[in-house]
Each structure stands twice: as C-alpha cells, then as structure tokens.
C-alpha cells in the first residue's frame, strides 16, 4: 500500500516538472533564444535535485516501514516465547514441525521433532486424522495438571483444508495449528461444584406391614429401631442428615462425592437390613430412590422421587441412581416377595370400572408375538369391558401362533362352547382394523408390557395418546409408556392373568367366567409359572382355584402345550448344542430362524429345559432370524439376576425370566455381551458371599 502511494507521488511531481520545463522553454524561445542552453541546463538540475529528494523520501519510509516489521517480528517471537501458552505446529503428515519452549516444557517430554499428536498428548490413536476433520477444543489432563487444547487445521498450499478431504485420500489436511492453555484451578473448581453437589435419598422400608404382622409391641420397637441405627449409621458413614417423615418413609441428604463412595460399596444397607431378626418371619427390605440432577432443590426432590417409584415398580429391595440423567440399578437379587394385602386391587378395580364407563370404545392390547398370558389377561380384560355392554376390541400382532392355537382348541371347538364365548370369534383384530375403529373418547388397555416398543401395534399406541392403563406383572422398566391414567404394576404377581383374574372379583361380585374365559387366563397362569414351580404365592393359587372353579380345562391347556416332533427334536437340538462359556451357565444359538411366536416359544422351553442341568444356574438361548433381528431367552433359578442382564441390552422380565428383542444385531456380540454381563454378576456372587464368610468370621 506504502509503495502504490510512493509510486503516485513520485509520477505528478514529474509532471509538475516536465510542465515547468515545457513553460520555461517556451518563454526562452519567444523573448531570448540565446538563453536556451542555460535554460536547459537549469532544468536538468532541477529535475536531479528533485530525484535526490524523493529517493531520500522513500529511503525514509522504507526504514519506518522496516522499524515496524521489526517491532511486529519481536512482539510476536516475545509472545511466542514468554506467553503462558504452548503452542506447536504440525504438518499434513501428522509430524510436529514447529513448538515453542512452552508446548515442550508442558508434555515434559526431551524430544518431539517428528512425533504425532497422540504420540506427544494423552490422546487417542489416531487422533490427527479426527482434529483434521473439524475445528475444536477440550480438556486433557497431563500428568496432574489440566489444560485446554485449542486445535485449527490449516489450508495447505494446494488451498485444501480440513474440510475439503476427499474419500479416496488423494489430497492430504493441511497443517494442524495446536494451542495448550492450563485451566488446572478451573478444572478443580468445578471438580469441587461437582463432588459436594447435593444428593437426595428417598429410603422406604418397603414391606413394613407385612415384617410387622403378626410381631409383638416390643418386637415390633426392636425391629424399628435396629432398621432405624442401619440406616444412621449408613448416612453418617456418608456425612449426611437424615429425616424421618414417617415409620415408613426417611430422606437422607449427603453430597455426590460421598454417592460415589456408597456407588462403590454397593450399597450394602440393603444387605445389613435383611438380614434383621428381631422374632420377624419375613426379611424386612428397603427401596432408595437417589438423585442429583436438578438445578433446584425441589427439582432434585422431584427426581428422587422418580427413583423411588421406579425401585419400588421393580420390586423394590433395590436402589435406583438417577445421575445426569441416566439410571443405575443396584440390588434386586432376590425374589419379589407378594404382597398380602389386597386394598391396591379394589382401588385398581374400581378405578378401571370408572374408566370404562367413561369410555366410548375399549381396545385391549398386549405385546408383539403374544404368549398365553398377554392373551388370556387381554381376553380378562376384554370381560370385564363387554359386561359394561361397550364396543371392544383386542388388538393382536400378526406373528402370534400361541393366539391360533387358542381359538382351534377353545374358542372355535364345536364341544361345549357358550354362546358368549363365540363372540370372541371376532373380537381379535389386527392394526389396520383397529385404526379404523378409534375415536377420541377411546380407552387403551395395555396388558403384559409397559414398554412401547413391545407392543403389538405401535400405531394404535400412537393413536390413543392419553387414555391408557397398564396392567403388568414385569419389573418397571425405565423406559415405561408415558401419559397413563393408572399404572397396576406387580412384579410380586406370577401373571397378567393372575392380576387380571384377581381384580374381576372387585370389578363386579357378581361376574362369572366362561369355560373359554376361564380356560385362557389359566393358560396364561401356568405358562408364566411353568406349571406352577415358578414365581408363585398364596395368591397364585388362590387365582388358579376360582379359574378351576369357573370351569377351566387343565386337559384343554396340556394340549396347547403340545409340541409336534419337529419342535420337539428342535428343543432338545438346542439343548444338546449349548455352550457352556463360564461355569454354571449354558447358551445356545439358533441361526437362521423365521421371527415368530413359534420360534419364541421354542426358545423358552429350550432356556428352561438348560437350567434343569446339575450344576447349571443360567441357561440362555439366542435366535439370529432371517430378518436381521436377534431374540433372547434368558432363565435362571434364583441365583443370578438374568432381568439385570437384559435390561443392559435394552429388554426385560424378572429376575429368573427376562428376553430381549433386537433389531440389526449381530447374534455372536449379544452371545459375547450376555456372557460378559454374566461373569460380572457371577464376580459380584462370588465376592458378596466372601465378604459374607469374613464377616461370619
């Protein structure tokens, strides 16, 4: 810019000489011509003393110029050198080209001529080609310092950046200009904010009524009071204060740095409370609903108690951390035990009778690729809806056998079948129909599941937005359908049908079950009791006595149990193909399989058939289907929690049946993933029962 305007300046005072001369020639020639050679010759020096000015003009702006460069080249070799920030240049090839004394200082590394990125920070391999990729920043840690890295990619000389790589690789990124800034008090500060965060920890002492039954004044006071010193001692083993609301109900408070401690341990609480006797026949448990997230007291609270529910939804005996937002389950190994009371069930009841006749039409719907209890509890509650005279519909998925089998055997049979059974012929519909039916005043109930997606027709989930009830017997999933009028959840029930069968007595005294009815509910009673050797109570029985008594055909059952040959040489193809990756646990693959309730079924019976094996504690079968979807059948006999385990994968169940389904999955990584969850929990046995022998000790 200096030198366009130099160059300006330099060509008019020519012009203002070569005028002057022009006029001085042309008075020479028109008054003296005998002055001309002097004339000449005054022009001529004018014009060399005019050159000597302007070359000493441009010498000194040349100098000033030069002054500045310098200043600018010093300040910046200065700042290079002295600013608190390392600084390195790296080029398209990944190599370090350039640092200052800083950047060297920083890695505390001698020589860094040639290395990478990853070779010179704590990074990951690779890491040159990904910071290429976009412009970034974070924080890494070196040795005990923090320091924020600032990364730009550089065009190179081809005018090619980071942005403009192309697949083929034929181009390289350009330079990699890297800034390192300690952020270590920072860093701290917010380490700090973070560990003495609060935490709040709703405890309940979940089965109160049913330890205390029975027990003496004094007993009952004992067995208060040592529950009630576990539970001090815990929170001050957390530096934390405790308030107690209720016999019932205790809020702990202490900081995230002591969560994590009690994260580590486990929380053995629960472990110290059960094991209580103060004359009680049941072993009295706890449930904790714990949570930090929350800009404000009262929105930590509210998420507390979100954890709660969901423990006591699961069964309670456990604890759920709910921590940035992400949900963490600790103990739940034990068995759910039943609740003897009935009070919730007449509430339920009673509720549901009020839904329904609210209700314009009725659709009852229950998981994809039904078994017997998602269609004997729907056809209960499918009952308990036509009684009312309403327009009612179950809603099933196309894959459902176990629902063909029903309606050949006992819905379709030409033997002794009620003119009130035969409306059943036409009750099931699939989603296409449905959605036709809907209207706005519509009520959905939801049977055997309370994950959308399990559902038979997520479309019609969709389609009746707010009025829907949930009856399950499955552990509370954190994934559970929103905007439910009423949730009857009860992982301590062995069935839907068993909830179903038992809330028909308090929705009307005077309804009575068909053979059919009746005949479809027991089905889905021994079904999810396998026979009534698993997951069952008194009030099983007492479910399974007035479903006997309505008329229900154990010798129609047993041949909906039936297999043909095919299947049966199937089952036991599983079996003898398991694996037994760890001991006490056996897993079989079944490849190549189509996707229906069959192929499902088979695989349960084979899993159940696995943990019949001496020495076998997990049996798990995978079925990899045509289709690209993995399905998993997961049994245990008591020991070790299989519902943990594909709850990890994204399923559910109970703590001895739980299953998955999955969606573009890669059936030797789920097999590899459930025995690695399996060793972990097999690893938590193992030490839970060495501590336990320490402490007996």
């Known amino acids: 810019m200096f030198g366009n305007r130099s160059q300006f300046s330099s060509w008019k005072e020519v012009g203002i000489y070569v005028l002057l001369i022009v006029l001085l020639v042309a008075a020479i020639c028109v008054f003296q011509p005998l002055f001309i050679p002097g004339g000449v010759l005054l022009v001529i020096l004018v014009i060399w003393f005019a050159r000597r000015a302007n070359k000493s003009k441009q010498v000194t702006l040349s100098g000033y110029l030069d002054d500045i460069i310098r200043n600018i080249e010093r300040t910046v070799h200065y700042s290079t050198k002295n600013l608190d920030v390392g600084m390195a240049v790296f080029s398209s090839d990944g190599k370090l080209q350039w640092k200052n004394e800083k950047f060297q200082e920083l890695t505390g590394l001698k020589s860094l001529?040639?290395?990478?990125?990853?070779?010179?920070?704590?990074?990951?391999?690779?890491?040159?080609?990904?910071?290429?990729?976009?412009?970034?920043?974070?924080?890494?840690?070196?040795?005990?310092?923090?320091?924020?890295?600032?990364?730009?990619?550089?065009?190179?000389?081809?005018?090619?950046?980071?942005?403009?790589?192309?697949?083929?690789?034929?181009?390289?990124?350009?330079?990699?200009?890297?800034?390192?800034?300690?952020?270590?008090?920072?860093?701290?500060?917010?380490?700090?904010?973070?560990?003495?965060?609060?935490?709040?920890?709703?405890?309940?002492?979940?089965?109160?009524?049913?330890?205390?039954?029975?027990?003496?004044?004094?007993?009952?006071?004992?067995?208060?009071?040592?529950?009630?010193?576990?539970?001090?001692?815990?929170?001050?083993?957390?530096?934390?204060?405790?308030?107690?609301?209720?016999?019932?109900?205790?809020?702990?408070?202490?900081?995230?740095?002591?969560?994590?401690?009690?994260?580590?341990?486990?929380?053995?609480?629960?472990?110290?409370?059960?094991?209580?006797?103060?004359?009680?026949?049941?072993?009295?448990?706890?449930?904790?609903?714990?949570?930090?997230?929350?800009?404000?007291?009262?929105e930590v609270s509210m998420h507390a108690g979100k954890a709660l529910d969901l423990a006591l939804g699961r069964g309670g005996d456990q604890v759920v951390v709910e921590c940035d937002k992400q949900m963490q389950y600790f103990g739940g190994t034990n068995a759910v035990s039943a609740k003897s009371t009935r009070v919730r069930a007449r509430i339920v009841a009673h509720t549901i009778r009020e839904q329904m006749e609210d209700a314009e039409k009725i659709f009852v719907m229950g998981h994809a690729n039904e078994d017997y209890d998602a269609i004997g509890s729907a056809i209960g509650v499918a009952k308990l809806a036509l009684s009312l005279k309403k327009p009612t519909f179950i809603v099933v998925s196309e894959r459902s056998t176990s629902l063909q089998k029903l309606k050949n055997l006992v819905f379709n049979s030409e033997l002794n079948i009620s003119e009130e059974d035969k409306q059943y012929a036409g009750i099931f519909i699939h989603e296409e129909e449905a959605l036709k039916e809907i209207t706005p005043r519509c009520l959905l109930m939801l049977v055997d599941h309370h994950r959308a997606a399990l559902s038979a027709s997520q479309k019609v989930l969709e389609a009746i937005p707010q009025k829907r009830i949930i009856i399950d017997h499955h552990r509370r999933a954190e994934d559970i359908i929103k905007n439910t009028i009423l949730k009857y959840m009860e992982p301590s029930s062995s069935s839907a049908s068993e909830l179903v069968t038992e809330l028909t007595g308090y929705f009307d005294d005077k309804l009575e079950f068909t053979k059919g009815e009746a005949t479809a509910l027991y089905s889905g009673l021994v079904v999810d009791t396998k026979n009534f050797n698993v997951q069952t109570g008194?009030?099983?029985?007492?479910?399974?006595?007035?479903?006997?008594?309505?008329?229900?055909?154990?010798?129609?059952?047993?041949?909906?149990?039936?297999?043909?040959?095919?299947?049966?040489?199937?089952?036991?193809?599983?079996?003898?193909?398991?694996?037994?990756?760890?001991?006490?646990?056996?897993?079989?693959?079944?490849?190549?399989?189509?996707?229906?309730?069959?192929?499902?079924?088979?695989?349960?019976?084979?899993?159940?058939?696995?943990?019949?094996?001496?020495?076998?504690?997990?049996?798990?079968v995978i079925s990899a289907c045509t289709d690209g979807s993995v399905n998993v059948s997961a049994r245990s006999d008591g020991s070790i929690n299989v519902q943990r385990i594909m709850e990890e994968l994204g399923g559910g169940g109970h703590q001895t049946v739980a299953g998955v389904q999955l969606q573009n999955a890669d059936p030797d990584e789920v097999k590899r993933q459930i025995i690695e969850l399996t060793r972990k929990q097999f690893d938590e046995l193992e030490e839970k029962e060495k501590n336990e022998g320490n402490l007996t000790e």
Not at 234 to 255: C, D, M
Request: net charge negative.
């Open 113 to 298: 001529e040639g290395k990478r990125p990853e070779e010179v920070l704590p990074l990951q391999p690779n890491a040159f080609e990904t910071m290429c990729v976009k412009d970034d920043s974070k924080v890494i840690k070196i040795k005990k310092r923090y320091y924020l890295m600032r990364y730009y990619s550089v065009p190179n000389q081809n005018g090619n950046s980071s942005s403009n790589i192309t697949k083929d690789n034929s181009h390289l990124p350009g330079t990699l200009m890297l800034y390192l800034t300690d952020v270590t008090d920072w860093e701290l500060l917010k380490q700090r904010f973070s560990e003495e965060r609060m935490c709040l920890a709703y405890v309940r002492f979940d089965n109160y009524e049913d330890v205390m039954k029975g027990m003496s004044e004094s007993a009952r006071s004992n067995l208060d009071g040592e529950i009630g010193d576990i539970i001090n001692k815990w929170a001050e083993s957390l530096q934390g204060f405790i308030i107690r609301t209720n016999k019932e109900n205790v809020v702990v408070g202490f900081n995230y740095k002591n969560l994590q401690k009690a994260i580590e341990e486990k929380f053995t609480v629960l472990d110290k409370v059960r094991e209580v006797r103060q004359g009680n026949k049941l072993s009295p448990t706890l449930s904790i609903g714990i949570s930090k997230d929350g800009d404000t007291l009262q």
């Open 538 to 620: 008194a009030r099983t029985f007492e479910a399974a006595a007035l479903l006997r008594t309505s008329g229900a055909d154990p010798v129609l059952v047993r041949q909906l149990f039936k297999d043909d040959m095919e299947s049966f040489r199937e089952r036991y193809r599983l079996i003898a193909e398991a694996e037994t990756p760890l001991p006490h646990m056996a897993i079989s693959v079944n490849r190549g399989v189509e996707n229906t309730s069959a192929v499902s079924v088979l695989a349960a019976q084979a899993a159940d058939a696995l943990i019949s094996v001496t020495e076998i504690s997990v049996g798990v």
